[in-house]
């Protein structure tokens, strides 16, 4: 990389300061904080809180919308200037504590790898959020006092962050934020690095078929099958992904009848959908809730028909490109130049929760260190299948490339 002495000195300190990086993510790693885990999202909350107050930062939990989830986390550090940030992070991670045991799933270091529950989805990620302001906070002091810091960590990004992302709006609108940053994964190697600018939206549908049950035997021609019209509707539903439009359906589970010598009478199925463009995404939602007039299947004596129908039950609009984003990826570039990196923009089809806030608040995605298998637990001797992992290095590699694009956006 080419560096200035500004940027050697960022460099050194986050590699001189990696061991205490390396302990804070190393006990964040060994807090079991599966989504349906409250009491360990909070312990982590609690502990990743006292961590960030050695920097000046007041804690409030705040209680979801769902009181089976943790706490979400606001972190803030008033500063005496006009200017506003937010980073973005989340807490949970997707793997139950019976997950962790059965797969001895834990932090492990082997070579350049970390492995460990939410080393890289997203507990990295935080810790590199930390980095940067410890960085800021010793090489820019005037910069970092300055600026009103809000840090802001979902407690159940993994099921559902609406609520949060209400939240991140009530406390981030406003011309005085510069942006919001979100430390999801993302890419880096000596040469480039992956920054997010799109993501998909995703809507989630559960369709219902009403049939008529009838004795199977002796009263058949009665029975208007719910199963036979699922499967009808399964085709159909499967038939509307387009792959030139990037807009993509999953029928993900499917249920009906209650025993076999009885014509079914209920059948349901859980659908995803996902697409990039809006308008993209309007046209899955028409195709979806027209399906209620697709039923064809009644019962052979003709005299009942079976009835679709199709709820909404949840609805995330994309993350298209827009004009606050490649503001933002413009600066990141710039700072990736300096540094000897190409900067390259990424559409994610995953969602995240800067879904819920890209429109309010100019906002980047995949701050956050690189690694790989994000989400998974499993490992085999034949190497078919490996854990999630953080690549150690890129702790330090991402932290240079976002404090550099900070400090270019706070001096402007």
Not at 297 to 313: K, M, Q
């Amino acid at each position: 990389m080419l560096q200035s002495s500004e940027h050697q000195e960022i460099e050194q300190y986050l590699r001189e300061e990696m061991p205490f990086y390396l302990d804070m993510l190393r006990q964040m790693v060994e807090i079991n904080s599966f989504t349906s885990n409250p009491s360990g999202v909070d312990r982590l909350g609690k502990l990743t809180a006292e961590f960030f107050t050695e920097l000046g930062f007041t804690a409030e939990f705040v209680r979801p919308d769902d009181a089976m989830f943790g706490h979400h986390l606001v972190l803030t550090r008033e500063g005496t200037g006009s200017h506003k940030i937010g980073f973005v992070s989340h807490l949970d991670t997707v793997f139950s504590p019976s997950d962790e045991k059965q797969n001895d799933f834990r932090w492990r270091e082997v070579g350049e790898r970390i492995y460990g529950p939410g080393t890289i989805d997203i507990k990295g990620g935080t810790v590199v959020m930390y980095m940067v302001l410890d960085v800021l906070s010793k090489i820019a002091p005037d910069l970092f006092n300055e600026t009103t810091w809000v840090l802001l960590l979902d407690s159940a990004e993994e099921v559902d962050g609406r609520d949060f992302g209400r939240l991140c709006i009530e406390r981030l609108q406003g011309e005085e934020t510069l942006g919001c940053f979100i430390f999801e994964a993302g890419y880096i190697d000596s040469e480039r690095a992956h920054v997010v600018v799109a993501r998909k939206g995703m809507a989630t549908y559960r369709v219902e078929v009403e049939g008529r049950a009838a004795h199977a035997g002796s009263a058949h021609e009665n029975g208007a099958n719910a199963i036979v019209q699922m499967a009808e509707l399964v085709q159909r539903i499967a038939s509307f992904t387009d792959y030139e439009r990037e807009l993509t359906f999953d029928v993900g589970t499917v249920a009906g009848g209650s025993v076999v010598n009885r014509v079914p009478h209920f059948a349901s199925a859980s659908v995803e959908m996902r697409a990039y463009d809006e308008e993209a995404y309007e046209h899955g939602l028409a195709q979806m809730l027209a399906l209620p007039q697709e039923a064809r299947v009644a019962s052979p004596n003709g005299d009942f028909a079976c009835r679709v129908n199709v709820e909404v039950t949840r609805r995330t609009a994309p993350w298209p490109h827009n004009e606050g984003t490649n503001s933002l990826f413009a600066i990141w570039q710039e700072a990736g130049a300096e540094l000897g990196l190409e900067i390259v923009p990424e559409e994610r089809g995953g969602l995240s929760d800067g879904n819920f806030f890209w429109d309010v608040v100019p906002s980047l995605d995949a701050l956050g260190p690189s690694g790989g298998n994000a989400h998974c637990s499993e490992r085999s001797e034949d190497g078919s299948k490996d854990q999630e992992y953080l690549r150690r290095d890129s702790l330090v590699e991402k932290s240079l490339l976002n404090t550099v694009a900070l400090l270019k956006l706070l001096r402007r």
